[in-house]
């Protein structure tokens, strides 16, 4: 009960942080940046949040860490810190400037020592053979699904000129990490 309280309260404080950080950022050009910016950060702190959750009603001495959820979590982290320095490079600087490179640098700053610290944690579990087919896998499905992503973009491209920059590689960088971190889940879940 005592940890369920503690959960609800640490949401409840960084929603407040959210929107005064969304009251205190000056309008961006185009509008919908900001907008979009904060909806996708708020998704990532949901499923941050999804996750701790089932671990906060858990006993301590049924929780496990073992090398599929270090796994899990270097992935998720490694593609929110790519997805932040993408947002990052696609949106025009703050008025004034600071701002914009203080919030998304405490961001990844954050992130990057989340990776680091579950990087660095003791697993005792080593990977058997299962393990090593389903990474291999989901490592062949997300490989297929970015040159299909390429083929299709090279077509559009060939219609439809337009340049990518940067913050659009990153930002494509990081939904291919999810994609390779769910391919792999779900190959984990199916056993086989």
């Known amino acids: 009960?005592?940890?369920?309280?503690?959960?609800?309260?640490?949401?409840?404080?960084?929603?407040?942080?959210?929107?005064?950080?969304w009251f205190l950022t000056p309008q961006s050009h185009p509008a919908w940046i900001k907008t979009t910016v904060f909806i996708i950060a708020l998704l990532f702190q949901a499923i941050i949040l999804w996750l701790f959750r089932k671990e906060a009603f858990q006993k301590p001495e049924d929780r496990y860490f073992g090398l599929t959820e270090k796994l899990y979590s270097m992935t998720i982290f490694a593609a929110m810190g790519v997805y932040t320095k993408g947002i990052w490079a696609i949106t025009p600087n703050s008025n004034p400037i600071w701002i914009k490179h203080v919030f998304l640098g405490l961001g990844l700053l954050i992130l990057v020592a989340f990776f680091l610290y579950f990087a660095f944690?003791?697993?005792?579990?080593?990977?058997?053979?299962?393990?090593?087919?389903d990474l291999a896998k989901a490592a062949c499905l997300t490989l297929s699904l970015i040159l299909a992503c390429l083929m299709i973009l090279s077509v559009i491209a060939f219609f439809f000129p337009f340049t990518l920059t940067a913050g659009m590689i990153l930002i494509f960088g990081a939904v291919m990490i999810l994609a390779f971190d769910i391919a792999f889940f779900l190959f984990e879940k199916r056993g086989g």
């Open 1 to 21: 009960m005592k940890n369920k309280k503690r959960l609800y309260i640490s949401w409840l404080l960084m929603l407040l942080l959210w929107f005064l950080t």
């Open 121 to 133: 944690k003791k697993v005792d579990e080593k990977p058997d053979e299962r393990f090593y087919a």
